[in-house]
T-cell receptor
Framework: DAGVIQSPRHEVTEMGQEVTLRCKPI?????LFWYRQTMMRGLELLIY????????DSGMPEDRFSAKMPNASFSTLKIQPSEPRDSAVYFC?????????FGSGTRLTVV | GQQLNQSPQSMFIQEGEDVSMNCTSS?????WLWYKQDPGEGPVLLIA?????ELTSNGRLTAQFGITRKDSFLNISASIPSDVGIYFC?????????????FGKGTLLTVNP
């Protein structure tokens, strides 16, 4: 099993540009989560899906953030337009029951 | 929302020493989990606890689910240099939020060889 796969590993973009982060969950996992990690705020849940359906997006900071899960093997987190305060490490995680398996994250830097 | 208070924030110890860290919450959780994060990687699950009072070991790691269901601790015995990293506690709730994990802010562990 390849685990949860995220791409890209690193992204540097200019303020105002659109950013798309990608995630492939573990096959058979029916929950998918997007987290953001910063020094100040730690790990914050942004949104999670169950069977490809968004269940709770209350953690999405603003309308600039959107997430989709078109099928069981793929999800995207999009930021448009990006701002310097969006700089963080973004993790995707998937789960079948208790506990999550995290991907290696995407380190986003907005300059 | 639910918040977890994890302590200490950081620890500097000598190789061979034992380590203890804990988490407390104002809310009840049905599951407590402990994760470790290495630099540049995502958190990896170390131990999961499912019942109040449960004591579980994984090698040199031991964790307990508090009787009140509002706290948990993690002990590492005979620390080694590869124990270096950030340790997170996480609580998993019940009902509609059953699959949401709430994370503590982490304990940064440094082990001096």
């Amino acid at each position: 099993d390849a685990g949860v796969i995220q791409s890209p590993r690193h992204e540097v973009t200019e303020m105002g540009q659109e950013v798309t982060l990608r995630c492939k969950p573990i096959s058979g996992h029916d929950y998918l989560f997007w987290y953001r990690q910063t020094m100040m705020r730690g790990l914050e849940l942004l949104i999670y899906f169950n069977n490809n359906v968004p269940i709770d997006d209350s953690g999405m900071p603003e309308d600039r953030f959107s997430a989709k899960m078109p099928n069981a093997s793929f999800s995207t987190l999009k930021i448009q337009p990006s701002e310097p305060r969006d700089s963080a490490v973004y993790f995707c995680a998937s789960s079948f029951s208790h506990g999550y398996t995290f991907g290696s994250g995407t380190r986003l830097t907005v300059v | 929302g639910q918040q977890l208070n994890q302590s200490p924030q950081s620890m500097f110890i000598q190789e061979g020493e034992d380590v203890s860290m804990n988490c407390t919450s104002s809310s009840i959780f049905n599951t407590w989990l402990w994760y470790k994060q290495d630099p540049g990687e995502g958190p990896v699950l170390l131990i999961a606890l499912y019942k109040a009072g449960e004591l579980t070991s994984n090698g040199r790691l031991t964790a307990q689910f508090g009787i009140t269901r509002k706290d948990s601790f993690l002990n590492i015995s005979a620390s080694i240099p590869s124990d270096v990293g950030i340790y997170f506690c996480a609580g998993q709730g019940s009902g509609c939020s059953n699959y949401k994990l709430t994370f503590g802010k982490g304990t940064l562990l440094t082990v001096n060889p």
